[in-house]
């Protein structure tokens, strides 16, 4: 989230699309409701389906799954030909004036730089123009240029009329124009609203784009950094966001610094490539804040080998494993499925043994029968988990999911019993960047032992086992550093304030050589004070400020809330820097003055920037720097180069597509989407599955995990899998409401008990009725008595986002039958 | 049953054992439909705080839990779908004892001390009492009490009386995340209701209302409705106790009490007038009455 829960109940306007809170975050969405009741805020809920969300919303719109993009560059365009934008921001705040290169072009569904061979884009194409004479980023403040973004992204969304809306998305044409209404009143400086989604957008093959669209009209109407304002992801698990920000995912190390690949050989070579350099000489210069990157990557490398890290060996760089192929877990899976892998360059040896830690690859994964077949082919796999998880017995699967018999099955499995987060001490990062301490309630059963443990004595038995016997590589684990009290079984206390950071040396205020700011060993107070010099280390630089010399700031429980906007400056801690609102700079104007004085994010009172921790220079007076100090050109991207697939977002339907393209027949998909190309990859089309399929989680149910409760009350609430079918689908199947259906897609088939409900509706698209169902995805083979069930993913394809690798599972293609 | 709260009134007693020591001011729940997403969080704390067993449900095509109340789940989130002029509503009410002011079931109950209204008023079932009989049911308006099997006693949602006595809110209250749910004194919770409804008017609901119906003279639990249909929600229009149950209880008990009464007196006057019935003149009587075997 760019602002926080609490802050939701601040905005005029809430637009909850490609998620559903109040089934998914009943906790979170109290502040939904506190701004309908305390601000008499609009709620408006787009989704294929009519939610638990839904039943509370001021207005409500149905849109077909995966047609997210058109509905959203459907309001760009509302609210640019209305001129119901807020113009004044997007002009300060945004990339709008920036003039592009004539290389940039888009025709028939496809961007210029488009290679048919390996089917990606070469993004050259979509750079900045340069002034030469200037050294500057050619600007028109006027934003007449032809060739500037804000003419670009208009004519880009020209096509996008109400009336098309209707015929990607089957949104009735008058209801779209009252969401443009109700969406579109907040473009402007006194009214603010806010946008929500989760993994309704995420889990497309365009999941990003969406993204993309639903920031790019959150900039349009000038709500980013404002209180009640924002582009807000709602993170699927209670830590996810902690995961994610501390390297969760094979790209990034801990605060999104990136996994060194092989071309970069030196340290000089990695840190250059991640300081952007940028030509912005004019005034409103940026802050280019990754220029600093150099200094959290020697900071991370002393605290992950300590003294074995100097200058003289570019503080241990070398040792860093470099990886040059996409280490994605579908990537993994469709590796061990055929044997071997070809993304390095060379044919390789694909992994014999496999640690699966609190994630359960055969339920949650794509294509269940892929996924058991892959682990099939393992050696050995090791899981950690507080129950014998569907990943844990994958060997003894029910037949229908197509795996091998248990006699030829080699696979030899450990289940090492883990806790629960009740079971352990430790943070959660929530969805607002709210780092919260939490105090162990219990004593983990048996022998069951934390993360931590078990990694240590892993990580310390193989340390030994290279000390004894040597072996390859020896320096990448013999040079770490684990100098905890306990290093069998660190105390997450220790862990916390090795990601805080402290001083080696030392340190000297930059503006007083003489004024010793932190002494040899002192916690550092942020990462304003980190160095690439050795003198500091920092396990995390995003997190600093977290574990100062003041304690463990995770742990404040102060709800003093002296703006009454719900900030909480004093309780947990909220990365960046405590920071309660990303980009809160432009929650100013051009003097600093706030859009909105009733709801001051930062203002400028003449010596510094008061109100929430300024995303600035503190003394930095208005106009010297740009509001979006992670960007070289410091301004907020309305057009952005970054992505795989396209600078613009643009309507692709989904890999399995339901009808073609009607802007570009062509192209109907997303041209560089990720798809696999083994056996088991098969794809539907919609002359055999004609009708739409999503999956989504229900409020009653815990992920994988409520079904294995032997007596709990939450099974009671919800007893089993169901198909929700549209009322007037089942009347013409014949299906009747309790009795069982069988779902089918291109990879396999499962069977539950008919819903039939009114929720959802066939959708009109190019004309012709299109269906769609949903399941939710709690239930597979793995339960306590009574409570197993299909596992959905036995008819997801492993298909998906082109940066994110996140696979499709929002749009899908089945048939339906009476079983 | 709660010791140091004050009865009102009880079943199946001429009077009360109101003494007036002390004081309560009548408490109620608040329930904001327009706010409820059914998270069934106020079901799961039910269930947890009083220790009810697991209902075997089973999955039937909705996201209700059970059809009805049942007598080890006490309160349950109704969802009903409903299309009102084009737009489509999935209306959800949590449904549990409603605590009347003047309660069917208590004035029902044959069985003295079995259903007891507290001064706060509080309508509880005093398990100790209680014969089973099911004719609270018979006198709800509501079709809240069950008959509990194994128990073989009727039970209903006590509004966590346990919780009240020391000032803790009832458990459905505390869970519920969305601050839909409310509890305070009755007078303090229809304001709320009060000031709901006034902006559910001003944002286009001409017909939002407190549901707090008065044949029942009000209930201790007041519900936001975004429309005047309380059938939508499952809610009688206009609840009140049956003639029949009054007629038991106001007309036809006094009546039979008074038929007994009349009758040992009329006995006695009988024996003191006319003296022992005499012996029977001869045996046929009796002989005839033993035949039949």
């Known amino acids: 989230m760019t602002n926080g829960w609490v802050d939701i109940k601040n905005a005029d306007v809430i637009l909850a699309m490609g998620g559903n809170p109040a089934e998914n975050h009943p906790v979170g969405f109290k502040w939904f409701m506190e701004a309908k009741r305390t601000r008499n805020a609009k709620l408006v809920v787009v989704d294929p389906r009519f939610t638990r969300t839904a039943s509370v919303a001021d207005l409500y719109a149905p849109v077909r799954s995966g047609s997210d993009i058109a509905f959203l560059l459907g309001l760009i365009r509302y609210a640019l030909t209305t001129g119901r934008f807020h113009s004044d921001y997007v002009k300060i705040h945004t990339n709008a004036p920036y003039i592009i290169t004539d290389k940039f072009s888009f025709n028939d569904g496809l961007f210029s730089g488009f290679d048919g061979n390996t089917h990606q884009y070469l993004k050259e194409n979509w750079a900045y123009e340069g002034d030469p004479k200037t050294q500057a980023y050619s600007l028109d403040q006027t934003l007449q240029h032809p060739r500037c973004v804000f003419q670009l992204l208009k004519k880009h969304v020209d096509r996008y009329t109400p009336e098309v809306v209707e015929q990607i998305c089957g949104t009735p044409k008058e209801t779209f124009l009252k969401v443009a209404d109700i969406v579109t009143s907040t473009g402007n400086a006194e009214r603010c609203g806010t946008l929500t989604y989760a993994l309704g957008w995420t889990q497309h093959s365009i999941g990003v784009q969406i993204i993309r669209a639903g920031a790019m009209l959150q900039l349009l109407l000038g709500n980013v950094g404002r209180p009640g304002g924002g582009v807000n992801a709602f993170r699927g698990h209670s830590n996810i966001q902690g995961a994610t920000d501390t390297g969760g995912t094979f790209e990034t190390l801990p605060g999104y610094l990136k996994t060194p690949t092989a071309q970069l050989q030196t340290l000089k070579d990695y840190n250059d490539s991640g300081s952007p350099t940028t030509l912005n000489k004019q005034s409103w210069a940026t802050m280019n804040y990754w220029v600093n990157y150099s200094k959290f990557m020697v900071s991370l490398l002393k605290a992950i080998y300590g003294n074995a890290a100097t200058k003289e060996n570019d503080f241990g760089y070398a040792w860093l494993p470099k990886v040059d192929g996409n280490y994605s877990w579908m990537y993994i899976y469709d590796d061990m499925y055929r044997g071997s892998s070809m993304r390095a360059g060379a044919k390789e040896p694909a992994p014999e043994g496999f640690l699966t830690f609190g994630m359960n690859p055969v339920a949650l994964g794509p294509n269940v029968k892929k996924m058991i077949a892959a682990l099939s082919k393992l050696k050995w796999m090791v899981v950690v988990e507080n129950v014998e998880i569907e990943t844990a017995k994958f060997w003894n699967a029910p037949k229908e999911y197509g795996g091998a018999p248990p006699s030829q099955i080699q696979t030899e499995v450990y289940l090492l019993p883990a806790s629960g987060f009740a079971e352990k001490d430790g943070t959660f990062t929530n969805s607002a960047r709210w780092l919260q301490w939490k105090w162990k309630a219990l004593d983990p059963p048996g022998q069951s032992k934390t993360d931590q443990e078990i990694l240590s004595r892993i990580f310390l038995a193989v340390q030994n086992l290279y000390r004894k016997e040597g072996g390859a590589l020896p320096e990448q684990i013999l040079n770490v550093s684990w100098a905890y009290t306990n290093p069998v079984n660190p105390d997450l206390g220790e862990v916390l304030k090795e990601m805080n950071g402290k001083a080696l040396a030392d340190l000297h205020d930059p503006k007083d050589a003489t004024k010793v700011v932190k002494t040899a060993g002192q916690q550092i107070d942020g990462f304003g004070q980190l160095m690439d010099d050795g003198t500091t280390m920092c396990g995390n630089w995003l997190h600093s400020g977290v574990y100062t010399e003041a304690g463990n700031n995770a742990q404040r429980r102060n709800n003093a809330d002296p703006t009454g906007l719900g900030m909480y400056h004093n309780w947990g801690f909220s990365w960046p820097a405590n920071r309660r609102i990303m980009y809160n700079r432009a929650s100013a104007d051009a003097e600093g003055k706030p859009w909105d004085p009733t709801r001051v994010g930062i203002q400028w009172n003449g010596q510094k920037w008061v109100g929430d921790v300024p995303d600035m220079k503190p003394d930095a007076p208005p106009g010297t720097y740009g509001a979006f100090i992670m960007l070289p050109e410091g301004v907020a991207r309305l057009f952005a180069a970054s992505l795989n697939d396209g600078p613009f977002p643009e309507h692709y339907e989904p890999v399995e597509a339901p009808v073609a393209n009607p802007l570009h027949p062509n192209v109907t998909s997303n041209p560089v989407a990720l798809k696999f190309a083994s056996d088991k990859d098969t794809l539907g089309t919609s002359d055999k599955f004609p009708i739409v399929c999503t999956t989504y989680r229900l409020t009653e149910m815990y992920h994988y995990w409520t079904k294995h409760q032997e007596g709990g009350v939450l099974n009671e609430l919800q007893p089993g899998f169901f198909v929700e079918i549209p009322e007037k689908l089942a009347s013409q199947k014949g299906i009747a409401n309790g009795s069982k259906v069988r779902v089918t897609s291109a990879r396999g088939s499962i069977e539950g008990v008919a819903m039939v409900t009114q929720r959802l509706q066939p959708f009109k698209i190019n004309g012709k009725e299109l269906w769609q169902i949903g399941l939710p995805l709690h239930w597979g083979y793995a339960a306590a008595k009574g409570h197993t069930g299909p596992l959905v993913n036995f008819l997801t394809a492993s298909v998906g986002d082109p940066n994110t690798w996140t696979p499709e599972y929002k749009a899908f293609l089945v048939k339906l039958d009476k079983a | ?293």
Request: proline share 5%; with cysteine.
């Open chain 2, 1 to 293: 049953m709660a010791q140091t709260l004050e009865i009102r009134r009880s079943s199946a007693s001429m009077w009360g054992s109101h003494t007036g020591i002390r004081t309560a001011e009548t408490v109620a729940k608040y329930i904001d439909t327009t706010t409820c997403i059914g998270c069934k969080a106020c079901e799961a704390a039910c269930q947890e705080w009083n220790d009810l067993h697991r209902v075997a449900t089973r999955q039937t095509g909705t996201y209700q839990t059970l059809p009805e109340l049942h007598a080890d789940f006490w309160n349950l989130i109704r969802f009903d779908e409903r299309d009102v002029d084009g737009n489509f509503n999935w209306l959800m009410r949590k449904d549990q004892c409603m605590h009347c002011a003047d309660p069917g079931c208590l004035a029902a109950c044959p069985a003295p001390g079995a259903i007891v209204q507290y001064q706060n008023g509080i309508v509880d079932v005093n398990q100790d009492k209680c014969i089973g009989c099911g004719y609270c049911a018979t006198g709800c308006p509501f079709n809240v009490p069950k008959f509990h099997t194994s128990g073989g006693k009727m039970a209903k949602c006590t509004l966590c009386v346990d919780r009240i006595d020391v000032g803790l809110e009832p458990a459905c209250i505390k869970a519920c995340p969305t601050g839909c749910l409310n509890f305070g004194t009755k007078e303090d919770m229809v304001a709320l209701g009060n000031g709901r409804v006034k902006q559910l008017k001003a944002s286009g609901f001409k017909d939002a209302v407190l549901y707090d119906p008065q044949g029942v003279n009000g209930t201790s639990v007041v519900t936001v409705l975004k429309y005047n249909k309380p059938d939508w929600y499952e809610l009688p229009a206009d609840p009140h106790v049956g003639l029949l149950v009054r007629g038991w209880k106001n007309v036809l008990r006094p009546l039979g009490v008074f038929a007994a009464f009349a009758a040992v007196v009329g006995t006695f006057a009988h024996f003191a007038t006319y003296g022992p019935k005499a012996p029977p003149e001869d045996g046929d009587e009796a002989d005839r009455g033993s035949g039949q075997v």
